[in-house]
């Protein structure tokens, strides 16, 4: 569909992107979810420092995304693991 320039706001600066059309929404979602973590951060914790308060959102959206990765990888052994035992289990079968 092609590309098309957008301007997101993160923690009162302005952003111009170009994103693929089917991407807009995406970005636009992230950005707000970023602005309301740092909004968060900034009414709970005694930070003013845009860049402290952007440096702890990231913080929190990678570690996020790494817990993530880590659960997905564990349900892939896990998988892998249970299709070893069936594998085994019908070799077993087909082999009596």
Same mark, same amino acid.
């Given at each position: 569909?092609?590309e &098309?320039?957008?301007?997101?706001? &993160?923690?009162?600066? &302005?952003?111009?992107?170009?994103?693929?059309?089917?991407?807009e929404?995406?970005?636009?979602r992230?950005?707000?979810?970023?602005?309301?973590?740092?909004?968060e951060?900034?009414?709970? /914790?005694?930070v003013?420092?845009?860049?402290?308060?952007l440096?702890?959102?990231?913080?929190? /959206?990678?570690?996020?995304?790494?817990?993530?990765?880590?659960?997905?990888?564990q349900?892939d052994?896990?998988?892998a693991?249970?299709?070893?035992?069936?594998?085994?289990?019908?070799?077993?079968?087909? &082999?009596?």
């Open positions: 569909m092609g &098309i320039s957008i301007k997101i706001t &993160i923690s009162d600066r &302005i952003y111009p992107l170009k994103v693929n059309v089917e991407e929404e995406i970005v636009r992230a950005a707000k979810i970023i602005n309301e973590r740092i909004k951060y900034q009414e709970n /914790y005694a003013r420092d845009k860049q402290d308060l440096s702890m959102a990231v913080l929190h /959206y990678a570690t996020a995304v790494l817990r993530a990765e880590q659960k997905v990888q349900q052994t896990s998988v693991d249970k299709v070893e035992e069936l594998d085994s289990l019908l070799n077993g079968f087909l &082999i009596k």
